[in-house]
Protein backbone atom coordinates (compact mmCIF):
# COMPACT_ATOMS: atom_id res chain seq x y z
CA UNK A 1 0.00 0.00 0.00
CA UNK A 2 1.60 3.30 -1.06
CA UNK A 3 1.73 5.93 1.65
CA UNK A 4 -0.36 8.74 1.85
CA UNK A 5 1.04 12.42 0.83
CA UNK A 6 0.06 15.41 3.58
CA UNK A 7 0.86 19.00 2.15
CA UNK A 8 1.60 21.47 4.79
CA UNK A 9 0.74 24.97 2.82
CA UNK A 10 -0.26 28.38 3.66
CA UNK A 11 1.82 32.30 3.32
CA UNK A 12 4.65 32.59 4.02
CA UNK A 13 6.08 32.78 7.86
CA UNK A 14 3.24 31.11 9.39
CA UNK A 15 5.32 28.06 10.56
CA UNK A 16 5.13 25.83 8.19
CA UNK A 17 8.72 24.52 8.93
CA UNK A 18 8.27 24.73 12.61
CA UNK A 19 5.26 22.46 11.54
CA UNK A 20 6.73 20.17 9.78
CA UNK A 21 9.53 19.63 11.94
CA UNK A 22 8.01 19.08 15.26
CA UNK A 23 5.46 16.13 13.50
CA UNK A 24 8.85 14.72 11.01
CA UNK A 25 10.72 14.77 14.32
CA UNK A 26 13.62 16.13 13.67
CA UNK A 27 14.75 19.34 11.90
CA UNK A 28 14.90 19.27 8.47
CA UNK A 29 13.51 22.56 6.92
CA UNK A 30 15.74 25.67 7.84
CA UNK A 31 13.36 27.96 9.93
CA UNK A 32 14.39 31.70 9.50
CA UNK A 33 11.87 34.89 10.57
CA UNK A 34 12.53 35.64 6.58
CA UNK A 35 9.74 35.14 4.19
CA UNK A 36 10.25 32.47 1.83
CA UNK A 37 13.56 30.91 3.85
CA UNK A 38 11.77 27.76 3.01
CA UNK A 39 13.53 27.22 -0.22
CA UNK A 40 13.55 23.42 -0.60
CA UNK A 41 10.56 21.68 -0.48
CA UNK A 42 11.46 18.68 1.58
CA UNK A 43 9.31 15.79 2.19
CA UNK A 44 9.52 13.00 5.51
CA UNK A 45 7.95 10.48 6.15
CA UNK A 46 5.31 10.67 9.27
CA UNK A 47 4.49 8.10 12.22
CA UNK A 48 1.38 8.69 13.81
CA UNK A 49 -0.82 6.10 16.05
CA UNK A 50 0.31 3.24 13.50
CA UNK A 51 -0.21 5.26 10.66
CA UNK A 52 2.16 6.53 8.21
CA UNK A 53 2.11 9.24 5.56
CA UNK A 54 4.62 11.14 3.51
CA UNK A 55 4.75 14.79 4.36
CA UNK A 56 5.36 17.66 2.13
CA UNK A 57 6.90 21.02 3.41
CA UNK A 58 6.09 23.95 0.96
CA UNK A 59 7.37 27.45 0.19
CA UNK A 60 5.04 30.11 1.49
CA UNK A 61 2.07 31.16 -0.80
CA UNK A 62 1.82 34.96 -1.84
CA UNK A 63 -1.39 34.45 -4.32
CA UNK A 64 -0.80 38.07 -6.05
CA UNK A 65 3.29 38.89 -6.08
CA UNK A 66 5.53 39.84 -8.72
CA UNK A 67 8.59 38.98 -7.26
CA UNK A 68 10.42 35.86 -8.11
CA UNK A 69 11.05 33.77 -5.93
CA UNK A 70 7.62 34.24 -4.44
CA UNK A 71 6.08 33.65 -7.73
CA UNK A 72 8.19 30.24 -7.66
CA UNK A 73 7.32 29.19 -4.70
CA UNK A 74 3.76 29.57 -5.73
CA UNK A 75 4.09 27.07 -8.57
CA UNK A 76 6.05 24.96 -5.99
CA UNK A 77 2.98 25.15 -3.59
CA UNK A 78 0.92 24.20 -6.45
CA UNK A 79 2.95 21.47 -7.34
CA UNK A 80 2.68 19.94 -3.40
CA UNK A 81 -1.39 20.50 -3.95
CA UNK A 82 -1.70 18.48 -6.72
CA UNK A 83 0.60 15.97 -5.69
CA UNK A 84 -1.03 15.11 -2.24
CA UNK A 85 -3.77 13.54 -1.11
CA UNK A 86 -4.79 15.74 1.96
CA UNK A 87 -3.55 19.36 2.56
CA UNK A 88 -3.07 21.09 6.12
CA UNK A 89 -3.60 25.00 5.61
CA UNK A 90 -1.96 26.61 8.11
CA UNK A 91 -2.82 29.89 9.25
CA UNK A 92 -1.18 32.22 12.14
CA UNK A 93 -3.60 33.44 14.84
CA UNK A 94 -1.88 36.58 16.06
CA UNK A 95 -1.56 37.84 12.31
CA UNK A 96 -5.24 37.30 12.15
CA UNK A 97 -7.15 36.57 9.27
CA UNK A 98 -5.60 38.46 6.06
CA UNK A 99 -6.65 38.78 2.33
CA UNK A 100 -3.72 36.55 1.14
CA UNK A 101 -5.47 33.58 3.14
CA UNK A 102 -8.79 34.00 1.75
CA UNK A 103 -6.83 33.86 -1.84
CA UNK A 104 -4.73 30.68 -0.78
CA UNK A 105 -8.13 29.15 0.49
CA UNK A 106 -9.39 30.16 -2.89
CA UNK A 107 -6.61 27.97 -4.71
CA UNK A 108 -7.18 25.07 -2.38
CA UNK A 109 -10.81 24.83 -2.71
CA UNK A 110 -10.24 24.60 -6.57
CA UNK A 111 -7.99 21.54 -6.06
CA UNK A 112 -11.07 19.65 -5.19
CA UNK A 113 -8.74 17.79 -2.86
CA UNK A 114 -9.39 17.52 1.11
CA UNK A 115 -8.40 20.02 3.36
CA UNK A 116 -7.63 20.48 7.12
CA UNK A 117 -7.29 24.16 8.52
CA UNK A 118 -4.78 24.58 11.24
CA UNK A 119 -4.72 27.75 12.98
CA UNK A 120 -0.98 28.20 14.56
CA UNK A 121 0.81 30.20 17.45
CA UNK A 122 -2.39 28.98 19.41
CA UNK A 123 0.00 28.45 23.16
CA UNK A 124 -2.66 29.54 25.30
CA UNK A 125 -6.32 28.78 23.82
CA UNK A 126 -8.44 30.80 26.65
CA UNK A 127 -6.96 33.93 25.31
CA UNK A 128 -7.12 33.03 21.86
CA UNK A 129 -9.66 30.75 20.86
CA UNK A 130 -12.01 34.04 20.18
CA UNK A 131 -9.95 34.71 17.34
CA UNK A 132 -9.71 31.00 16.23
CA UNK A 133 -13.37 31.19 15.65
CA UNK A 134 -12.66 34.04 12.93
CA UNK A 135 -10.83 31.41 10.39
CA UNK A 136 -14.47 29.91 9.53
CA UNK A 137 -14.82 32.65 7.68
CA UNK A 138 -12.46 31.31 4.89
CA UNK A 139 -15.09 28.77 4.67
CA UNK A 140 -13.35 25.78 4.30
CA UNK A 141 -14.83 24.25 7.42
CA UNK A 142 -13.29 23.71 10.61
CA UNK A 143 -10.26 25.73 11.90
CA UNK A 144 -8.16 23.46 14.31
CA UNK A 145 -6.39 25.07 16.95
CA UNK A 146 -2.05 24.22 16.95
CA UNK A 147 0.90 25.84 18.34
CA UNK A 148 3.87 24.06 16.37
CA UNK A 149 5.97 25.95 18.57
CA UNK A 150 4.82 24.29 21.93
CA UNK A 151 3.46 20.97 20.02
CA UNK A 152 0.08 21.86 21.40
CA UNK A 153 -2.99 20.27 19.67
CA UNK A 154 -1.67 17.91 16.90
CA UNK A 155 -4.02 15.12 18.18
CA UNK A 156 -7.05 16.75 17.16
CA UNK A 157 -5.04 17.84 13.94
CA UNK A 158 -3.85 14.47 12.82
CA UNK A 159 -7.11 12.42 13.59
CA UNK A 160 -8.86 14.76 11.06
CA UNK A 161 -6.07 14.49 8.55
CA UNK A 162 -6.60 10.54 9.28
CA UNK A 163 -9.53 10.58 8.23
CA UNK A 164 -9.36 12.14 5.19
CA UNK A 165 -6.91 10.08 3.68
CA UNK A 166 -9.03 6.95 5.07
CA UNK A 167 -11.80 8.19 2.67
CA UNK A 168 -9.18 9.35 -0.22
CA UNK A 169 -7.98 5.67 0.41
CA UNK A 170 -11.51 4.36 0.18
CA UNK A 171 -12.05 5.72 -3.75
CA UNK A 172 -8.20 4.76 -4.63
CA UNK A 173 -8.83 1.07 -3.58
CA UNK A 174 -11.46 1.13 -6.21
CA UNK A 175 -8.39 1.48 -9.31
CA UNK A 176 -6.67 -1.79 -9.72
CA UNK A 177 -4.51 -0.42 -12.61
CA UNK A 178 -1.16 -1.25 -12.13
CA UNK A 179 1.12 1.36 -11.74
CA UNK A 180 3.97 2.10 -13.12
CA UNK A 181 6.10 5.07 -12.20
CA UNK A 182 8.70 6.29 -15.33
CA UNK A 183 11.58 7.87 -13.39
CA UNK A 184 15.28 9.02 -13.95
CA UNK A 185 17.57 12.16 -14.83
CA UNK A 186 15.94 14.90 -17.46
CA UNK A 187 16.36 14.24 -21.27
CA UNK A 188 16.58 10.54 -20.98
CA UNK A 189 13.28 9.95 -22.84
CA UNK A 190 10.60 9.46 -20.17
CA UNK A 191 8.25 11.22 -21.79
CA UNK A 192 9.06 10.24 -25.58
CA UNK A 193 8.31 7.03 -23.64
CA UNK A 194 4.89 7.55 -22.44
CA UNK A 195 4.30 9.39 -25.96
CA UNK A 196 5.12 6.51 -27.85
CA UNK A 197 3.19 3.89 -25.56
CA UNK A 198 -0.34 5.99 -25.64
CA UNK A 199 0.36 7.12 -29.48
CA UNK A 200 0.12 10.47 -28.73
CA UNK A 201 1.56 13.66 -27.39
CA UNK A 202 0.56 13.51 -24.12
CA UNK A 203 3.47 14.78 -22.45
CA UNK A 204 5.07 18.32 -23.89
CA UNK A 205 8.77 16.66 -25.39
CA UNK A 206 11.93 18.85 -26.00
CA UNK A 207 15.49 18.92 -25.61
CA UNK A 208 15.39 21.65 -22.97
CA UNK A 209 16.62 19.17 -19.81
CA UNK A 210 13.60 19.49 -17.24
CA UNK A 211 10.40 20.27 -19.66
CA UNK A 212 8.28 18.13 -17.90
CA UNK A 213 7.10 19.86 -15.22
CA UNK A 214 3.90 17.62 -13.81
CA UNK A 215 3.96 13.95 -13.31
CA UNK A 216 1.25 13.26 -15.33
CA UNK A 217 -1.39 9.91 -15.61
CA UNK A 218 -1.80 8.33 -18.85
CA UNK A 219 -4.07 5.20 -19.03
CA UNK A 220 -2.29 2.79 -21.21
CA UNK A 221 -3.50 -0.35 -22.90
CA UNK A 222 -1.48 -2.98 -23.96
CA UNK A 223 -3.20 -6.68 -24.97
CA UNK A 224 -6.39 -5.33 -23.70
CA UNK A 225 -4.94 -4.51 -20.06
CA UNK A 226 -4.90 -1.12 -18.39
CA UNK A 227 -1.64 0.33 -17.05
CA UNK A 228 -1.61 3.71 -15.19
CA UNK A 229 2.00 5.45 -16.06
CA UNK A 230 3.11 8.27 -14.13
CA UNK A 231 5.45 10.13 -15.54
CA UNK A 232 7.92 12.51 -13.76
CA UNK A 233 10.42 15.63 -14.22
CA UNK A 234 13.52 14.29 -14.87
CA UNK A 235 15.66 14.46 -11.43
CA UNK A 236 19.18 16.25 -11.56
CA UNK A 237 22.23 16.51 -9.33
CA UNK A 238 21.83 19.47 -6.38
CA UNK A 239 24.96 21.52 -8.47
CA UNK A 240 22.62 21.95 -11.82
CA UNK A 241 19.78 23.47 -10.07
CA UNK A 242 19.55 26.63 -12.10
CA UNK A 243 15.79 26.78 -11.40
CA UNK A 244 13.92 26.68 -7.94
CA UNK A 245 11.20 24.40 -9.67
CA UNK A 246 13.95 21.81 -10.39
CA UNK A 247 14.61 20.97 -6.32
CA UNK A 248 10.91 20.01 -6.40
CA UNK A 249 11.03 17.54 -9.23
CA UNK A 250 12.41 15.21 -6.18
CA UNK A 251 9.12 15.48 -4.55
CA UNK A 252 7.39 14.62 -7.53
CA UNK A 253 9.08 11.59 -8.06
CA UNK A 254 8.99 10.54 -4.33
CA UNK A 255 5.49 10.46 -4.82
CA UNK A 256 5.19 9.24 -7.85
CA UNK A 257 7.20 5.95 -6.58
CA UNK A 258 5.23 6.39 -3.81
CA UNK A 259 1.80 5.63 -5.57
CA UNK A 260 3.88 2.73 -8.21
CA UNK A 261 3.22 -0.50 -7.45
CA UNK A 262 6.10 -0.88 -9.95
CA UNK A 263 9.05 1.82 -11.25
CA UNK A 264 11.21 1.91 -14.53
CA UNK A 265 14.32 3.76 -14.51
CA UNK A 266 15.41 4.86 -17.71
CA UNK A 267 19.00 5.17 -18.55
CA UNK A 268 20.53 6.98 -21.67
CA UNK A 269 22.58 4.38 -23.46
CA UNK A 270 24.59 6.86 -25.19
CA UNK A 271 25.17 8.07 -21.31
CA UNK A 272 25.66 5.20 -19.76
CA UNK A 273 24.80 4.84 -16.55
CA UNK A 274 25.82 7.30 -13.67
CA UNK A 275 26.19 8.19 -9.76
CA UNK A 276 22.91 10.11 -10.33
CA UNK A 277 20.94 7.38 -11.78
CA UNK A 278 22.02 5.19 -8.61
CA UNK A 279 20.65 8.12 -6.32
CA UNK A 280 16.92 7.86 -8.32
CA UNK A 281 17.14 4.56 -8.23
CA UNK A 282 17.34 4.62 -4.72
CA UNK A 283 14.29 6.37 -3.79
CA UNK A 284 12.44 3.49 -5.63
CA UNK A 285 14.66 0.92 -3.44
CA UNK A 286 13.92 2.53 -0.32
CA UNK A 287 10.73 2.64 -0.44
CA UNK A 288 10.73 -1.41 -1.67
CA UNK A 289 8.85 -0.96 -5.06
CA UNK A 290 9.35 -3.43 -8.07
CA UNK A 291 12.42 -1.94 -10.34
CA UNK A 292 12.84 -2.36 -13.88
CA UNK A 293 15.73 -0.72 -15.69
CA UNK A 294 15.12 0.28 -19.09
CA UNK A 295 18.17 1.47 -20.87
CA UNK A 296 16.56 3.76 -23.67
CA UNK A 297 18.39 5.09 -26.87
CA UNK A 298 19.66 1.36 -27.39
CA UNK A 299 19.26 2.16 -31.34
CA UNK A 300 21.43 5.13 -31.29
CA UNK A 301 24.89 2.81 -29.85
CA UNK A 302 27.43 1.51 -32.29
CA UNK A 303 27.22 -2.59 -31.23
CA UNK A 304 28.96 -5.99 -31.25
CA UNK A 305 28.57 -8.76 -29.89
CA UNK A 306 29.45 -7.91 -26.09
CA UNK A 307 27.96 -4.66 -25.85
CA UNK A 308 24.77 -5.70 -24.01
CA UNK A 309 26.53 -7.90 -21.98
CA UNK A 310 29.14 -4.90 -20.79
CA UNK A 311 26.41 -2.50 -20.30
CA UNK A 312 24.72 -5.01 -17.89
CA UNK A 313 27.93 -4.86 -15.93
CA UNK A 314 28.36 -1.71 -15.92
CA UNK A 315 24.80 -1.33 -14.14
CA UNK A 316 25.55 -4.17 -11.92
CA UNK A 317 27.88 -2.56 -10.71
CA UNK A 318 26.90 0.85 -9.97
CA UNK A 319 23.35 -0.38 -9.06
CA UNK A 320 24.61 -3.06 -6.78
CA UNK A 321 22.42 -2.40 -3.78
CA UNK A 322 19.51 -3.41 -6.54
CA UNK A 323 20.85 -6.82 -7.91
CA UNK A 324 17.05 -7.86 -8.06
CA UNK A 325 16.15 -5.15 -11.07
CA UNK A 326 15.25 -6.31 -14.67
CA UNK A 327 17.66 -4.88 -16.91
CA UNK A 328 15.76 -4.11 -20.18
CA UNK A 329 17.32 -2.33 -23.72
CA UNK A 330 14.73 0.16 -25.39
CA UNK A 331 13.93 2.53 -28.00
CA UNK A 332 11.18 5.05 -27.53
CA UNK A 333 11.65 6.58 -30.13
CA UNK A 334 11.50 3.80 -32.54
CA UNK A 335 9.69 1.38 -30.40
CA UNK A 336 12.00 -1.00 -30.07
CA UNK A 337 11.42 -3.87 -27.46
CA UNK A 338 8.41 -1.75 -25.72
CA UNK A 339 6.16 -5.35 -26.02
CA UNK A 340 9.32 -6.80 -23.75
CA UNK A 341 8.79 -3.82 -21.17
CA UNK A 342 5.34 -4.88 -20.51
CA UNK A 343 6.07 -8.73 -20.46
CA UNK A 344 8.38 -7.29 -17.68
CA UNK A 345 6.06 -5.04 -16.23
CA UNK A 346 3.49 -8.34 -15.37
CA UNK A 347 6.30 -10.14 -14.39
CA UNK A 348 7.92 -8.28 -11.31
CA UNK A 349 4.22 -7.49 -10.50
CA UNK A 350 3.08 -10.79 -10.15
CA UNK A 351 6.90 -11.57 -7.92
CA UNK A 352 6.00 -8.17 -6.08
CA UNK A 353 2.98 -10.01 -4.94
CA UNK A 354 3.84 -13.58 -4.49
CA UNK A 355 3.63 -15.17 -1.50
CA UNK A 356 5.16 -18.69 -0.27
CA UNK A 357 3.92 -21.33 1.81
CA UNK A 358 5.33 -21.40 5.25
CA UNK A 359 6.05 -25.11 4.92
CA UNK A 360 7.69 -24.38 1.91
CA UNK A 361 9.44 -21.98 3.16
CA UNK A 362 11.13 -23.41 6.18
CA UNK A 363 12.03 -26.24 4.12
CA UNK A 364 14.01 -24.43 1.49
CA UNK A 365 15.55 -22.68 4.85
CA UNK A 366 16.79 -25.78 7.21
CA UNK A 367 18.22 -26.95 3.79
CA UNK A 368 20.06 -23.40 3.36
CA UNK A 369 21.69 -24.13 6.97
CA UNK A 370 22.32 -27.50 6.31
CA UNK A 371 24.40 -26.64 3.72
CA UNK A 372 25.84 -23.32 5.12
CA UNK A 373 26.32 -23.43 8.99
CA UNK A 374 24.94 -20.14 10.85
CA UNK A 375 27.44 -18.08 12.55
CA UNK A 376 28.47 -18.40 15.96
CA UNK A 377 30.12 -16.35 18.52
CA UNK A 378 32.01 -16.81 21.80
CA UNK A 379 30.71 -20.74 21.61
CA UNK A 380 27.42 -19.30 21.02
CA UNK A 381 25.52 -20.13 17.48
CA UNK A 382 22.60 -19.03 15.35
CA UNK A 383 19.21 -21.24 15.70
CA UNK A 384 16.33 -20.25 13.50
CA UNK A 385 13.49 -21.70 14.43
CA UNK A 386 11.09 -20.78 12.14
CA UNK A 387 10.56 -18.33 8.74
CA UNK A 388 7.36 -16.62 7.86
CA UNK A 389 6.19 -14.56 5.26
CA UNK A 390 4.10 -11.60 6.53
CA UNK A 391 3.16 -9.45 3.58
CA UNK A 392 3.66 -8.65 -0.07
CA UNK A 393 4.42 -5.28 -2.62
CA UNK A 394 7.31 -6.19 -1.90
CA UNK A 395 7.48 -9.37 -0.16
CA UNK A 396 8.46 -9.93 3.68
CA UNK A 397 9.67 -12.47 5.77
CA UNK A 398 9.91 -12.59 9.29
CA UNK A 399 12.54 -14.44 10.79
CA UNK A 400 12.34 -16.29 14.69
CA UNK A 401 16.37 -16.52 15.63
CA UNK A 402 18.12 -17.45 19.51
CA UNK A 403 19.87 -14.34 19.19
CA UNK A 404 19.38 -10.97 16.69
CA UNK A 405 23.00 -10.27 17.25
CA UNK A 406 24.45 -13.37 16.05
CA UNK A 407 22.04 -12.98 12.47
CA UNK A 408 25.31 -11.98 10.57
CA UNK A 409 24.51 -9.15 7.32
CA UNK A 410 26.07 -11.48 4.88
CA UNK A 411 24.41 -14.68 6.39
CA UNK A 412 21.12 -12.96 6.11
CA UNK A 413 22.03 -12.24 2.04
CA UNK A 414 22.95 -15.89 2.02
CA UNK A 415 19.42 -17.11 2.96
CA UNK A 416 17.64 -14.41 0.95
CA UNK A 417 19.99 -15.70 -2.09
CA UNK A 418 18.49 -19.04 -1.44
CA UNK A 419 15.39 -18.01 -1.24
CA UNK A 420 15.41 -16.01 -4.70
CA UNK A 421 17.05 -18.90 -6.02
CA UNK A 422 13.97 -21.48 -5.35
CA UNK A 423 11.14 -18.82 -6.02
CA UNK A 424 12.46 -16.10 -8.60
CA UNK A 425 11.21 -13.11 -7.05
CA UNK A 426 13.00 -11.32 -9.88
CA UNK A 427 12.43 -7.45 -10.10
CA UNK A 428 11.42 -6.93 -6.53
CA UNK A 429 13.13 -6.28 -3.32
CA UNK A 430 12.68 -8.67 -0.66
CA UNK A 431 12.39 -7.16 3.50
CA UNK A 432 13.29 -9.32 6.19
CA UNK A 433 12.55 -8.63 9.92
CA UNK A 434 15.15 -10.94 12.48
CA UNK A 435 12.93 -11.25 15.69
CA UNK A 436 14.67 -13.30 18.81
CA UNK A 437 12.89 -15.84 20.62
CA UNK A 438 14.25 -17.41 23.42
CA UNK A 439 14.49 -21.35 23.58
CA UNK A 440 11.85 -23.15 25.06
Known amino acids: MSKPIVAIVGRPNVGKSTLFNALAGERISIVKDTPGVTRDRIYADVEWLNNTFTMIDTGG ?9 LSQMREQAQIAIDTADVIIFLTDVRQGLVDADSKVADMLRRSGKPVVLAVNKVDNFEKYMPDVYEFYNLGIGEPFP ?11 LLEEVMKNINEVEKTDEEDDRPKVAVIGKPNVGKSSLINKLAGEDRVIVSDIAGTTRDAVDTNIVFNG ?12 RKNKIKEELEKYSIVRAVT ?4 ADVVVLMIDATEGVTEQDAKIAGIAH ?28 KVREILSFMPYAEIIFISAKTGQRLNKLFETIDVVLENSTLRVQTGVLNEIVSEATALQQPPSDKGKRLKIYYTTQVSVKPPTFVIFVNSKELMHFSY ?24 ERKEK
Open 286 to 313: ERGKGMIIAVNKWDALEKDDKTIYRFTE
Open 61 to 69: IEPDTKDII
Open 146 to 156: ISAGSKLGFGD
Open 256 to 259: AVEK
Open 412 to 435: LRYLENRIRESFGFSGTPLKFFVR
Open 225 to 236: KDYLFIDTAGLR
